[in-house]
């Protein structure tokens, strides 16, 4: 079932001369099936089949985008456990993870066919015309939402399924009205291509035009490179490595055209445990905090790197209980050879530093591939002065900052860059009286937690995962929930226009009966 | 009354050794006033002010922002003739367009006001905790929009009142709850300092802290290039040219930490005059777009640079029509001697392009500075085979673009950039059979005009300025409207945050009684 071959729109392609192969980290050995690079010629006909596919796609109503997202949702369902085997033979997560992130995925597809059906999230404005004003007249004017063109999205090694192919970024485009050219994380291409395929039939399925979606394999970086240069792609979504991101970014804004990469990227995820919180509950803290640092192997964007708490009797305890409950769980597999061995580097980089302390590092042998969670503590002054521990270990470390006080504490905070998360665990309303720590938290962070993990992100309206750089490259702007459309659409305004030339979400009779602001008023109303 | 000095909050300041003057350009002579250059220590103080500012500004109750905004409105007016008088000295313009874009100025920062007086630009989503729910709780998250820190904006030559020091981009900033810094344009550094006086009394009558404004003179690009590479700055407002533009983007996308510039750019708005408007009502539209050419000495981003129509008996006429009347119009005055020099050199270097036609070029004597108009023709082969033709040539000057066939027009259109505005002339229904025409129009502008002009911009929620670069450099945003505060703001969530804690727009009692997205749902109810 699996070719290897790149989605050209409906076509199935291998003109190119590289081949690769995923690999199954749990067996530690290649899988079977070998995947053809994308070459130049096939990068250069998906994206001028997505071109030709914008034409009508923009114009698509809400209805049969709709149809096009759920049928998506329906298609990857129907390619049942093949998915989620191949799913595992290439990232090494448990098939209970495989099956939760398809769910995931699924809904939010149908999130998004729900969004687009009801129509109300192109913003429909109209300021109709009063011909007798003085000294001018006021003449008819109406603003909604359209598609940017094609958009490129970028695999994520993390998340095969709900961050990559008919992920958040490839589903909220095609609500958007935006063709897709989806570049395949190598890591995961079996997937990736089993994904793609239920795509393609759906697009065929609901009519869509031949060219709304692509995929393209890529062992390397060429490919990304060559799709975000291409004047024909208009925006861009990734997940995965500050490293990775930042290049696409300068990229996308070096060009002729610069053009709009949201690339969500590093995160530490401070979390700030109180004085009190630390002393009346400080052990099931800890205990909840070594299942959130474990949690799929630490690969989550979300995972908690940083505990900031103030020197006491009751952190010692709290670090003694974090490094025991640790080491009682399970070593896991991670993504990849390459993410195991960089996780290990980073690690002992990290242990290298200066006036750092282990308390936690796992020695029992471990098969190939599984990460050895870890657990280092440090002083808050330490970790103003070298940024080095500021950086992200991607797996299952952390690290416990202690400040001699709430003003290193504040000044710890104030000396990290943008994160996605912040979390603050308090006891006896003693975040109160701790104003200025939130509020600097605040300030580096796009969802502030309480009491709580960072792991988990919520699939909803109110979610806002991406946060101030490097967490994203615009915190304007977000990568889960249904308001990661905004981030490919462009108001456009119709002066004068003739009613019936009109896009149907600003027609006078409003026949799409969604809500519009008419002169300033939210309403359902017809003109 | 003007003193010339730098505005940094509160206090004037000129320890700069550099200085300038600005240029009466209807009287050919300097003004009397000298402006002091900000020097380094300047800016370093206007924005570590300003970033004090915020830890207050940004939790401003509505009511409050929009009362400075107001007081703002009143303070300018209170200028009086001395704004006026000032204004008309540093541009050359009428005083009639001077108290037009006071009063247009005014009016964008009483909206501004009502939109934050009313609240719910905030975008509050509420998605509430369910935690019965399988396989896992579901738990209470909340986001709004909150301001991303110190907006530092540029003042527009040609808009010395409505985009510079109290302009849209300020204003837009304000109500956002982000202190500005205006880098003031140094050819209406008086009438800058004017409004920048009188926004600093607004302040402190409001109780605005100290450093919410700074005003910083410049005659060269150096301040504003420490500005835009300042890690203070979070964000910058821009209207000029392309060049100017796309330098600052380019600053700020290769900064540590990558900032957003929205930048309104050049633009030659394209006009398609369709072949049975150019039969039955050519005079009339050569008499309208004489006058749309010249409004302001063509000095407008909307200007109408381009008119496109198939070749025809009618089009000779309408070119021999427009070419008579706009001539028959008095020169005018232009902005400053370097703009008229520019406008002389660009429309020189255009007249001397291969298989141009010149149908109007006013040859009388004009006083020094004032422009002399003009209307060339070129073929459509031409035209699209010459990027040279495509670029702006900012003043009163228009090109006909002559196509063979529409063929040929929707190649023409299909070629040039992204601009601000594209306008349709079409009589007896006959647009209803161009939509290729029309399709190919709408994916190059931010603002379709049905039998109009694009001159005249209407300041009101569905008014969408900015457009495809490189109109602006993020055609996701506008510059004009209540929408254009979208640009100064973020997402936050708060995720199981205590209810008494919550900024008021998220708490569950509603006290600000605005609209919320609550599970889904909009509405204005408690919860």
Chains 1, 2 share one sequence.
Not at 178 to 191: N, R, Y
Not at 221 to 240: C, D, M, R, S, Y
Not at 486 to 503: A, G, K, T, Y
């Amino acid at each position: 079932m699996i070719t290897g071959k790149n989605q050209l729109g409906n076509s199935l392609s291998n003109l190119g001369t590289k081949s690769f192969k995923t690999f199954n980290p749990q067996q530690n050995k290649e899988n079977e099936w070998n995947f053809f690079e994308a070459n130049e010629t096939e990068i250069e006909t998906a994206l001028k089949l997505a071109d030709r596919a914008f034409e009508t796609f923009q114009k698509a109503s809400g209805a049969s985008r709709a149809l096009f997202l759920n049928t998506i949702a329906d298609e990857i369902e129907a390619l049942d456990d093949v998915l989620i085997t191949t799913y595992c033979a290439e990232t090494g997560l448990p098939e209970g993870r495989a099956k939760g992130e398809r769910g995931r995925t699924m809904g939010q597809l149908r999130s998004f066919a729900k969004l687009v059906e009801e129509g109300s999230w192109v913003k429909a404005s109209i300021d109709t015309a009063i011909p007798e004003r003085q000294p001018f007249p006021k003449i008819d004017i109406r603003k909604m939402m359209a598609p940017l063109g094609t958009v490129v999205v970028f695999g994520a090694s993390n998340f095969p399924l709900a961050y990559s192919t008919a992920g958040g970024d490839t589903a909220s485009a095609f609500a958007a009205g935006c063709p897709v050219v989806v570049k395949s994380h190598p890591m995961h291409a079996g997937t990736g291509e089993l994904v793609a395929h239920a795509i393609n039939i759906a697009a065929k399925k609901t009519n869509m035009p031949d060219g709304v979606f692509s995929n393209l394999n890529s062992s390397g970086i060429e490919v990304g490179q060559k799709l975000v240069n291409h004047p024909l792609t208009k925006a861009v979504g990734f997940t995965g490595s500050i490293q990775g991101g930042r290049a696409l970014f300068d990229m996308a804004s070096r060009r002729k055209e610069p053009i709009p990469v949201f690339a969500e990227m590093g995160s530490v995820n401070p979390v700030i445990i109180l004085p009190q919180a630390l002393q009346l509950k400080g052990e099931a803290w800890a205990k909840t905090y070594a299942g959130s640092i474990t949690l799929g192997t630490g690969q989550f964007c979300t995972n908690p790197g940083l505990l900031f708490a103030i020197k006491h009797d009751s952190l010692e305890n709290f670090t003694t209980v974090l490094s025991e409950e640790l080491l009682k769980i399970d070593a896991s597999c991670m993504l990849h050879p390459t993410i195991q061995s960089n996780y290990s580097k980073n690690k002992s980089e990290m242990m290298e530093q200066d006036g750092l302390s282990i308390t936690a590092d796992l020695k029992t042998n471990t098969p190939p591939n599984f990460a050895k969670q870890a657990v280092v503590k440090v002083s808050g002054e330490k970790f103003i002065s070298n940024t080095k521990l500021h950086q992200e270990v991607f797996g299952p470390f952390s690290m416990i900052v202690s400040c001699k006080d709430e003003e290193e504490l504040v000044k710890a905070i104030q000396s990290m860059e943008g994160q996605l998360t912040g979390t603050i665990i308090s006891e006896n309303g003693e975040v109160d009286n701790s104003s200025v720590l939130v509020n600097t938290l605040q300030s580096k962070v796009g969802r502030l937690i309480f009491n709580g993990v960072p792991t988990g992100v919520e699939v909803c309206p109110s979610m806002q995962h991406g946060g101030p750089y490097p967490a994203s490259t615009d915190s304007r702007f977000t990568a889960v929930g249904i308001h990661a459309i905004d981030r490919w659409v462009r108001p456009i305004s119709f002066q004068n226009w003739p009613n019936h030339l009109l896009p149907n979400a600003l027609m006078n009779e409003n026949p799409l009966k969604i809500e519009r602001l008419i002169n300033g008023e939210l309403t359902k109303r017809a003109i």
